[in-house]
């Protein structure tokens, strides 16, 4: 499919499959997130595979929604702050930029690959960072459950491109 066609076709899954995720993909879709842009290529984040099976009461303690421990993997996205590159302007670091660049890549993949993905971040750092054994200097931004849909998508509603864009001046 083409670009456009893969951002038409990705959506939020919330409801996963069992069937586990083959290796093969698992590592296409992380290669994705590794070659994505970052500021000054430092690349200044981790990504935590997570397999569900036998975890999924303590998993659901970082995340409540049941479907998010139906896919076999969950991958959390974590920022290296002090790796990241900061602009000298007005000192704005760009790790989460670089984090979210990198996700999107890693969902995308996904999704060109016929899996499910749900960019989440309304989940509790502080206990993802306990059960994940995330270190005091790495801060869990999102996470996404990856495994094959069981549900359909919803049309998009999204707002009007005129509401978004401005040209030449605000």
């Known amino acids: 499919m083409d670009f456009q066609q893969l951002v038409q076709k990705r959506y939020s899954v919330r409801a996963y499959k069992r069937d586990p995720v083959e290796d093969e993909k698992l590592l296409q879709v992380l290669e994705a997130a590794r070659l994505a842009p970052t500021a000054a290529n430092r690349q200044p984040f981790q990504l935590v595979v997570v397999h569900t099976a036998g975890r999924e009461a303590e998993l659901s303690r970082v995340y409540y929604r049941p479907w998010f421990t139906q896919a076999p993997l969950i991958i959390i996205a974590c920022a290296a702050s002090s790796q990241g590159w900061t602009r000298s302007s007005d000192g704005v670091n760009y790790t989460i930029v670089d984090v979210a660049i990198a996700f999107d890549h890693l969902t995308l993949a996904a999704t060109d690959l016929g899996l499910g993905t749900c960019w989440i971040g309304a989940f509790n750092p502080v206990i993802a960072r306990q059960v994940l054994g995330i270190p005091l ?15 359909t998508p919803c049309p998009k509603v999204r707002k009007a491109l005129a509401d978004l864009v401005r040209y030449e001046k605000w």
């Open 137 to 151: 200097d790495v801060d869990p931004i999102a996470l996404t459950p990856l495994g094959y849909p069981a549900d």
